[in-house]
């Protein structure tokens, strides 16, 4: 498929593609009209060009195609906090079970979603992908390509405000893949969003609620935090103990075996320890550097819930030395942005860490209120990842713990990158 993006076009790539052993291509018209000499003296290089007027629309084509003549089960997941994680959870279960097609990393858009479709064949027991949102419609509008007959609702919270609007607009995005759900089909929602379930209340649907709460369906209790592994009983008929290094991920591993229950892989023929299993980079990620020094890596993304949940999570640790946290900018909360960063200044302030830094414009307003709360230790500010990541490679210590946390185009992994070879490289020395 030979996709025009904003950088590059796909066209560009094609010899490459059949020196790899493509076999076909789907190709602009105008390419082959403009290219049609250069075509056919390659002595057979290009085979099989079918050209279409519009790529990307052929290639929604191929993938509807390819999921009506699917008829086993189809699981999409959304949702603002989780959902590459649980979906990963899932698909970790699943395959334990049955062959499946899970969607690949964090393609979940318009193209990501009908490129994981047309990997679908009859050798495939289910199909399970995610489905992201950056407007109102982008749900319905993979949702009706997916048609799923299985779902799952992460946390809801205030992600991609920019484009959404408000809060309420983000619910009613997310809530459109129960939507098209057959009447009657399961969704699994977390039970502790009282306003997501009220509004998935008004649909035709089964939903199943997971958490802690009486009312769960299946409830989870005993949480608990040992070493690099978070253990938890679900619903009283399963112990899981999974490689994790903060409490909240026994949500999505709940989420996701309910799920596998639901789709005939009982809770009790589960495995109960997932020794295999590994979250995806840069989810709450804990890194040993230097000489027992513990690198928190959470800079995959971040909202103001994920930062809420990073900031508990290293609160609950149980570190030797120093507790260090650096920070940038939550990115695309459109005019909520300051409010949302100085709510999570002062949830730092109240964290009382060692040393809180920051970089980034909303990022320093977040610091403005470490600076005013409780807070008692260090303070920084810096102008780049760069220059924090020089400063903290040279702050840290034996038995410290460093929490990193940013929205991913804030490139807070460049700071993690200097920490780690500055405290590799002295390590070895």
């Known amino acids: 498929m030979a996709l025009k993006g904003h950088f590059q076009d796909g066209h560009d790539f094609l010899t490459q593609a059949f020196d790899g052993q493509a076999s076909a291509a789907l190709v602009r018209e105008d390419y082959c009209e403009s290219n049609r000499d250069r075509i056919h003296s390659t002595d057979g290089v290009y085979r099989n060009l079918i050209p279409v007027n519009d790529v990307e629309h052929s290639l929604c084509q191929l993938a ?27 698909g970790y279960l ?6 499946g097609l899970i969607g690949k990393g964090n393609f979940n858009n318009e193209l990501g979603l009908p490129i994981n479709l047309i990997g679908l064949d009859s050798d495939h027991d289910f199909c399970l992908t995610e489905l992201g949102a950056s407007k109102p419609g982008d749900i319905r509008y993979l949702s009706d390509i997916l048609k799923p007959s299985y779902a799952m609702i992460t946390q809801i919270s205030e992600a991609h405000l920019e484009g959404f609007g408000s809060i309420e607009a983000v619910y009613s995005t997310k809530l459109e893949l129960a939507e098209a759900l057959p009447t009657g089909g399961i969704c699994v929602l977390p039970d502790f969003d009282r306003v997501l379930i009220e509004k998935a ?9 997971v958490g802690s709460t009486e009312g769960a369906h299946y409830r989870v209790s005993g949480v608990r935090q040992e070493k690099n592994n978070v253990i938890f009983n679900l619903a009283g008929r399963q112990t899981y103990r999974i490689p ?11 989420m996701a075996a309910a799920l596998a229950d639901q789709l005939g892989f009982a809770l009790e023929k ?23 020094i513990t690198l928190i890596y959470d800079g995959y993304n971040a909202s103001p819930e994920s930062f809420r949940r990073s900031i508990e999570g290293f609160r609950q640790m149980n570190i030797e030395g120093r507790k260090l946290v650096l920070f940038a900018d939550m990115l695309e909360l459109g005019t909520e942005k300051d409010r949302l960063h100085r709510e999570i200044g002062k949830m730092l ?18 610091l403005e209120e470490v600076c005013r709360g409780s807070h008692r230790g260090m303070v920084k500010s810096f102008e780049s990842p760069e220059e924090a990541g020089d400063f903290f490679a040279s702050e840290l210590k034996l038995g410290d713990a460093l929490l990193l946390k940013a929205s991913r185009s804030m490139r807070i992994d460049k700071a993690l990158k200097i920490i780690e070879e500055f405290l590799n490289q002295n390590c070895r020395q």
């Not at 209340?201 to 609620?209: C, P, T, V, Y």
């Not at 302030?349 to 977040?366: P, Q």
């Open 64 to 90: 509807r195609w390819r999921r009506q003549v699917f008829q086993k089960p189809v699981i999409g997941i959304t949702g603002s906090v989780g959902k590459t994680s649980t979906k990963e959870m899932l």
């Open 94 to 99: 699943l395959t334990k079970r049955w062959n």
């Open 201 to 209: 209340a008004r649909l035709d649907r089964k939903f199943i609620l």
């Open 244 to 254: 994790a290094g903060a409490p909240f991920f026994a949500q999505n591993a709940a």
């Open 270 to 292: 589960q495995p109960p320890v997932w020794e295999d299993f590994n979250l995806p980079a840069g989810r709450f990620e804990c890194r040993r550097a230097g000489e027992g």
């Open 349 to 366: 302030s109240e964290a009382d860490f060692d040393l809180v830094g920051a970089y980034g414009v909303s990022a320093l307003r977040a």
